[in-house]
């Protein structure tokens, strides 16, 4: 499995400049709210899927006043070798990817080579917000695992703008129009067939966690509604090509899918506690870490944002034996509470280390 053995960030978001050394098992990082932790953590996970776990634009990484920032990371990879990659991207949005100073054709390349999962306070927006959080969830763990998946995504992505594009000519030619739909047919059945194996491949392991976090005191389930789910995507685009026309945008497809949460056959965002939601959230998590495990054949990187937030002592220490007893790999963990955190970890393994940040500085303790 490839582990992080050392990182070196430079003006990514609050870090100018950090060379840090890991452990291969456990790394805490401790430290006041808004000193730098998640930044540390983000910059790891940007090294895994060449974007952040935040922001849907790069140039909100850089740091203020930074013309670029840059990343560059050393792993052990899991045949024995070590390989280096490095990411850079500039203010104007270049973005450069290299693995052993050879730079990738597609950046998409590098997707999966380092998996990772990331439990984060801003999971929440999953429960809170709109299916667009849910679908970016499924997508970023299935396009780890498939290039095919991915290829799948990108290529109905491209065919969705450009019919998009069409429906805002006043007068879209029609027959060229069902090419597309033809098109963007042929890419959206795998792609529906990949997301329902998923949720049912998904939902036993989630249960099951969240039975060990919260006690077997609710039931939670996963829901995947999809236009696809009774007929295709050719006879969707069809029935709808007046009603595309009107709105000037495609309101059908694989895009318009949704993953619905319950608890006890309730919407968890609108009767689940925020300790309920964030047991929920953490096992779902955990449920996409034990699915990649099974994928690629060994543990992901794990990164836990202080995920023992609004969570009690007794979720928190069923947690951690869940991860004592599961054979997990490289783990990162951030507490603002470093007598909590100590306190756990240390009952945990021995072979952890401990960072002290602050102002994107970070000490090894």
Excluded: W
């Excluded at 997301?195 to 976090?213: G, Q």
């Excluded at 309730?266 to 099974?294: C, D, T, W």
């Amino acid at each position: 499995m490839p582990i992080l053995e050392k990182l070196v960030v430079s003006d990514f978001r609050n870090i100018a400049l950090q060379e840090i050394e890991f452990s291969p098992n456990v790394n805490c990082i401790s430290g006041n709210n808004g000193e730098g932790k998640t930044n540390l953590l983000d910059a790891i996970y940007y090294m895994s899927m060449t974007k952040s776990a935040f922001s849907s634009s790069d140039r909100y990484a850089l740091r203020h006043g930074a013309e670029e920032f840059a990343l560059s990371g050393t792993y052990l990879m899991e045949n024995g070798t070590r390989s280096r990659f490095a990411m850079k991207m500039t203010s104007k949005g270049d973005k450069k990817v290299v693995r052993d100073d050879k730079a990738y054709q597609k950046i998409s390349e590098h997707i999966g080579l380092l998996p990772v999962v990331m439990v984060s306070p801003a999971d929440v927006s999953m429960v809170s917000e709109s299916g667009e959080e849910r679908r970016r969830f499924v997508n970023a763990v299935l396009s780890q695992m498939s290039r095919e998946y991915m290829a799948a995504m990108q290529q109905y992505n491209r065919f969705l703008m450009q019919r998009n594009r069409m429906l805002k000519d006043m007068n879209p030619d029609r027959s060229l129009l069902e090419v597309i739909d033809m098109r963007m047919a042929a890419v959206a059945a795998p792609v529906h067939r990949a997301r329902k194996e998923f949720v049912e491949n998904l939902k036993p392991i989630v249960s099951e966690y969240y039975k060990a976090v919260s006690g077997d005191s609710e039931q939670v389930d996963i829901e995947y509604e999809s236009q696809l789910n009774d007929t295709s995507l050719e006879d969707l685009l069809s029935r709808s090509y007046e009603k595309d026309c009107i709105l000037k945008h495609t309101s059908a497809g694989i895009h318009r899918d949704d993953f619905i949460f319950t608890m006890n056959g309730h919407p968890i965002r609108r009767y689940g506690s925020q300790g309920q939601q964030k047991s929920f959230l953490v096992s779902l998590k955990f449920a996409q870490y034990e699915i990649m495990k099974n994928n690629y054949g060994f543990p992901p990187i794990l990164l836990l944002d202080d995920v023992f937030d609004k969570l009690d002592m007794g979720r928190i220490s069923n947690l951690l034996q869940m991860v004592a007893s599961n054979d997990f790999g490289q783990i990162f963990i951030t507490d603002s509470n470093k007598v909590r955190m100590s306190g756990i970890v240390d009952g945990l393994t021995k072979d952890r280390a401990y960072f002290e940040t602050s102002a994107g500085t970070f000490t090894k303790q």
